[in-house]
Nanobody, 120 residues
Framework: QVQLVESGGGLVQPGGSLTLSCAASGSIFSINAMGWYRQAPGKQRELVARITSGGSTNYADSVKGRFTIARTNAKNTMYLQMNNLKPEDTAVYIC??????????????WGQGTQVTVSS
């Protein structure tokens, strides 16, 4: 089993910054891709940013230039630095981690989500 612990959400004014983190633990052999998704009320879940084990990244067009995703492989931890936040960034942010367990079976786990609210 894989457990994901997210932190860093909260209320911030437009133009402000927040850093989200997601730590994975459990019977993990290796982690491939890690990603952040978000879901706003009444909208579908969307990919915000994703990073592979090799460090390749991709971002939603709406966050390019404002958000930065990073990971610490040794600690199985992922971060999302969010700058110049806008009201439309308000959503529940959910981390996703995929890889292989110690049993060599593949896994894809989701976190519980952390609320980000951008409002004055």
């Amino acid at each position: 089993q894989v457990q994901l612990v997210e932190s860093g959400g909260g209320l911030v004014q437009p133009g402000g910054s927040l850093t989200l983190s997601c730590a994975a633990s459990g019977s993990i052999f290796s982690i491939n891709a890690m990603g952040w998704y978000r879901q706003a009320p009444g909208k579908q879940r969307e990919l915000v940013a994703r990073i592979t084990s090799g460090g390749s990244t991709n971002y939603a067009d709406s966050v390019k230039g404002r958000f930065t995703i990073a990971r610490t492989n040794a600690k199985n931890t992922m971060y999302l630095q969010m700058n110049n936040l806008k009201p439309e960034d308000t959503a529940v942010y959910i981390c996703n981690v995929g890889g292989r367990l110690a049993t060599m079976s593949q896994f894809s786990s989701w976190g519980q989500g952390t609320q980000v609210t951008v409002s004055s």
